[in-house]
Structures are given as structure tokens and as C-alpha cells.
């Protein structure tokens, strides 16, 4: 009984560092998101509205970040950037 509960601790002890440190890289992930959405946004030919759709995702990512959902939260934010890079022509 005490093995098990040992494991039990441990996992719990793993899994609470897991998700402090996807808490830790959702904010550097949004802050990349933004600036990749910026830099397109000054290039000559880029489609606007995409990029205004990759800003919005970059919202969502924070919205998602603050939730707490912070595996979601850099998808998100995955996704956005990939929709700002597609905005160039």
C-alpha cells in the first residue's frame, strides 16, 4: 500500500510540473505569434484580412492561456502563427 501511494505521489508531482511548464511557454509562444503577425502585416502584397484572423488567434491563445487551458492555448497560438505566414504572397 505505501508503494503504491508513493507512485501515486510521484505522478501527481509529475504531472503538476508538466503543466507548470506549458504555463511557462504559452506567453513566449502568443509574444511570438504577435510579432510573426506583425512582420507579415508590414510586408508589401500580404493579405490583410488573414493576418487580422492570425491576430484574433493570437487573442483566443491568451484567452485560452488565462483559462488555465494551456495545452490548447499553444495550439492555438500554432495555429495562428501558421495562418500569418500564410497571409504572405
Not at 24 to 43: F, N
Not at 50 to 58: D, L, P, Q
Amino acid at each position: 500500500m505505501t508503494k503504491r501511494f508513493a507512485v501515486c505521489a510521484a505522478c501527481a508531482l509529475v504531472l503538476g510540473i508538466a503543466s507548470q511548464a506549458l504555463a511557462y511557454h504559452c506567453p513566449a509562444l502568443i509574444k511570438e505569434c504577435q510579432t510573426t503577425a506583425d512582420l507579415v502585416s508590414k510586408r508589401d502584397g500580404s493579405d490583410k484580412a488573414a493576418v487580422e484572423k492570425a491576430r484574433k488567434g493570437c487573442d483566443e491563445a491568451m484567452t485560452l492561456h488565462q483559462q488555465g487551458k494551456h495545452k490548447e492555448s499553444m495550439v492555438r497560438a500554432g495555429e495562428a502563427i501558421a495562418e500569418a505566414t500564410q497571409a504572405l504572397k
